[in-house]
């Protein structure tokens, strides 16, 4: 009697949990999904949306950077804490100095889910959802963005795009050499810059040469966009210059396309080699001033 009564229950358990199928079984973890503007959309396909306390559901979208490919941005984002309460919060990209990274900052109060069995419409900041609690977290159902948080997605998508094409290539094969100082007199400590060189859209420069003008120059392999200390390294190329010359950067791409560029260095107080070579200091005199002179003519 008693295995009989056993088997009932569990018979009468599964009976239960195909009924409530949806309601108990619903995928977990942290939730990424793309945009839905203000259209009501599923989420995972009606089954649901669980997220856990520490978790967070996140509204992502796709952006396209000046050389055509797309990247993905971060809108709105709800993260659940326990005793069920929501914080909303919303992507912020409006401080250069975070970049594309961006800051996450809180949208409103918190919202406590009060649900505990069926579907509710909850209003989070700008995230609206029919949801419910469900184990320690809350249950998201369908969802979409309210109507008046459309224009603070445009923002945010604006923004974005201004801190992507602050710092995404050109799109065109670029040799790009700056020098700190372009005069002085003998010796002219110059440190180069030549981290703004970039390759054609969809390619990877490789390597460059710089050479300095004066028989000297320095060549290597582009580091890679992983390697902080090589691309730190493009910022400090540094040489000491005892008479003018004219540097001249070379960049090249994946597919062995070239670019230059060059930067003149005006070092004051220097001769010709003929001068410096002079065996006395009479003569050397007489070769500096007669030197002087024919510029002063002619430039």
């Avoid at 409006?94 to 409103?108: E, I, L, P, Q």
């Avoid at 918190?110 to 900041?125: L, M, R, S």
């Avoid at 390294?233 to 004219?246: N, P, V, W």
Wanted: hydrophobic residues 35%.
């Amino acid at each position: 009697m008693k295995k009989e009564a056993a088997l009932i229950g569990i018979a009468f358990l599964l009976i239960l949990g195909l009924v409530f199928a949806d309601t108990i079984f619903f995928s977990s973890g942290t939730t990424r999904k793309a945009y839905p503007g203000t259209t009501k959309t599923n989420c995972d396909g009606g089954s649901g949306c669980t997220v856990n306390p520490g978790q967070t559901f996140t509204i992502t979208d796709t952006v396209n950077n000046s050389a055509g490919i797309p990247k993905e941005f971060e809108f709105f984002q709800v993260k659940v804490e326990s005793g069920y309460n929501v914080q909303p919060r919303i992507k912020d990209y409006s401080n250069s100095a975070n970049g594309t990274d961006g800051v996450w900052t809180d949208y409103g109060s918190k919202v406590k889910n009060n649900e505990p069995h069926f579907a509710n419409i909850y209003t989070y900041g700008c995230f609206i959802s029919d949801s419910e609690q469900e184990g320690d977290g809350v249950l998201f159902h369908d969802y979409y963005i309210d109507s008046d948080c459309v224009a603070k997605y445009t923002k945010v998508k604006a923004d974005f795009l201004a801190r992507l094409n602050d710092s995404a290539p050109t799109g065109v094969l670029t040799a790009s050499l700056v020098a700190d100082k372009k005069t002085g007199d003998a010796p002219v400590d110059v440190t180069f810059d030549i981290s703004a060189s970039g390759p054609d859209a969809g390619k990877k420069l490789t390597g460059y040469k710089l050479e300095f003008g004066d028989g000297k120059e320095k060549s290597d392999d582009w580091p890679a966009e992983t390697d902080a200390t090589g691309l730190a390294a493009l910022k400090t190329l540094k040489h000491s210059y005892e008479k003018s010359s004219t540097a001249k950067l070379t960049v090249t791409q994946s597919d062995g396309e070239k670019k230059s560029m060059e930067v003149g260095i005006t070092v004051a107080g220097t001769v010709s080699s003929a001068c410096t070579e002079c065996d006395n200091i009479v003569k050397c005199l007489a070769c500096i001033n007669k030197e002087s002179f024919v510029k002063g003519l002619f430039g």
